[in-house]
């Protein structure tokens, strides 16, 4: 067998999150199922990046699958898969990797993007895939002194949702910054990095700027927040339309830009 990345892309709305699941139409199901009907079996395993919850959108979410040998999965394979997975679901490529390759633990940095707009947007509003941010203007510059607060190694158990199968809740958060989206007045974006994400912990983290841009917070309090290890103490959870997988890193993989179908080992 011949492991392969994957790379694709997804809109969130329809699907009840990445992970295979009772009862629920997840992504993970949609593509195992299309590969299985390419390849005459019931279906084929798929392991993912990392999970993301119902509604999240994911502009680059790498998996792993292994496929026959003799099996080339060509461009007219790749157009044919995306003919069956729907509109909603975009893979991009298939890159041959070593047997042992793993998209979820080898990946040494994820980034989410959370989109928000100040002012009315008939673009932004139908889609939903940017929370508009209604009552008191919202103070960026307290956001972004809050967010660089919580950079580092940490204890992220405010953020996460409760009663998850995780060892630890640890993370190390490399990058958390409130960033205007050029020539768009009125339309930010959030974007966090890190070495792993806790479940529900960017939509937190999210939720808790937002008390802090609304002057609910001071920027130094999300620090008691982290100290308190109670996910009571963080703010809401935001709704998940608005946000991104924006990107995932491995040490022997990049994602290939404008290419489709079978990407070539070493290329």
């Given at each position: 067998?011949?492991?392969?990345?994957?790379?694709?892309?997804?809109?969130?709305?329809?699907?009840?999150?990445?992970?295979?699941?009772?009862?629920?139409?997840?992504?993970?199901?949609?593509?195992?199922?299309?590969?299985?009907?390419?390849?005459?079996?019931?279906?084929?395993?798929?392991?993912?990046?990392?999970?993301?919850?119902?509604?999240?959108?994911?502009?680059?979410?790498?998996?792993?699958?292994?496929?026959?040998?003799?099996?080339?999965?060509?461009?007219?394979?790749?157009?044919?898969?995306?003919?069956?997975?729907?509109?909603?679901?975009?893979?991009?490529?298939?890159?041959?990797?070593?047997?042992?390759?793993?998209?979820?633990?080898?990946?040494?940095?994820?980034?989410?993007r959370y989109f928000v707009h100040t002012v009315d947007d008939p673009f932004a509003e139908p889609g939903r895939l940017s929370w508009r941010a209604c009552g008191p203007a919202l103070d960026f510059e307290a956001m972004n002194r809050a967010a660089s607060l919580i950079?580092?190694?940490?204890?992220?158990?405010?953020?996460?949702?409760?009663?998850?199968?995780?060892?630890?809740?640890?993370?190390?958060?490399?990058?958390?910054?409130?960033?205007?989206?050029?020539?768009?007045?009125?339309?930010?974006?959030?974007?966090?990095?890190?070495?792993?994400?806790l479940r529900n912990m960017v939509r937190a983290v999210v939720g808790t700027l937002i008390s802090v841009g609304r002057g609910k917070m001071a920027p130094e309090d999300i620090l008691k927040v982290l100290e308190a290890k109670d996910r009571s103490s963080a703010g809401?959870?935001?709704?998940?339309?608005?946000?991104?997988?924006?990107?995932?890193?491995?040490?022997?993989?990049?994602?290939?830009?404008?290419?489709?179908?079978?990407?070539?080992?070493?290329?």
């Amino acid at each position: 067998m011949q492991r392969y990345f994957i790379d694709l892309a997804y809109l969130g709305s329809p699907f009840h999150g990445w992970q295979v699941q009772p009862g629920a139409v997840s992504v993970q199901e949609i593509l195992e199922k299309a590969l299985g009907t390419l390849m005459r079996v019931p279906r084929v395993a798929v392991t993912g990046a990392g999970r993301t919850d119902a509604g999240v959108n994911a502009r680059r979410m790498i998996a792993h699958v292994d496929l026959p040998d003799d099996f080339i999965p060509d461009a007219e394979f790749l157009r044919r898969l995306n003919a069956i997975t729907g509109r909603s679901i975009a893979v991009r490529s298939f890159t041959p990797v070593a047997p042992d390759a793993h998209a979820r633990f080898d990946a040494t940095e994820r980034t989410y993007r959370y989109f928000v707009h100040t002012v009315d947007d008939p673009f932004a509003e139908p889609g939903r895939l940017s929370w508009r941010a209604c009552g008191p203007a919202l103070d960026f510059e307290a956001m972004n002194r809050a967010a660089s607060l919580i950079l580092g190694r940490r204890d992220f158990t405010s953020f996460s949702k409760l009663h998850t199968d995780v060892k630890t809740n640890i993370c190390d958060l490399r990058a958390a910054r409130w960033i205007p989206i050029d020539g768009q007045p009125g339309h930010w974006y959030f974007e966090i990095r890190a070495d792993r994400f806790l479940r529900n912990m960017v939509r937190a983290v999210v939720g808790t700027l937002i008390s802090v841009g609304r002057g609910k917070m001071a920027p130094e309090d999300i620090l008691k927040v982290l100290e308190a290890k109670d996910r009571s103490s963080a703010g809401t959870s935001m709704p998940g339309e608005a946000l991104f997988l924006w990107d995932v890193k491995y040490p022997y993989y990049t994602a290939p830009t404008g290419i489709v179908g079978l990407r070539p080992a070493g290329n």
